[in-house]
């Protein structure tokens, strides 16, 4: 998968269009991402304390790969993803600008 955590997406189908956002986790078996303020869900937490109240949290869920672009960090624009290798050394980079992520 080419999307590793902390890069930073831009969403480009689903109820999400055009929002950016950070990648949590990435699950590559399930081609999964989760991504910070996106896909968000409602989570009932029942009160663990005496006196306390219940809870809803908004937890982001699972996003498919296939739906998110990676903005690069030199041009600002999403891009596809390629890779250089060099002797030692193998490394992403951004198609429009062909410069190192």
């Given amino acids: 998968m080419k999307i590793i955590k902390n890069d930073t997406v831009l969403i480009f189908s ?18 999964q991402l989760l991504i910070e303020g996106i896909n968000l869900r409602k989570k009932r937490q029942k009160p663990k304390k005496q006196g306390e109240k219940g809870q809803i949290i908004l937890m982001p869920g699972h996003v498919s790969a296939s739906s998110v672009r990676l903005l690069c960090t030199k041009c600002g624009k999403p891009t596809r993803i390629g890779y250089k290798i060099t002797e030692k050394k193998k490394y992403r980079v951004c198609r429009k600008c062909e410069q190192e992520i």
């Fill in 14 to 31: 689903g109820k999400d269009k055009g929002k950016k956002g950070k990648v949590l986790k990435v699950f590559p078996k399930e081609k």
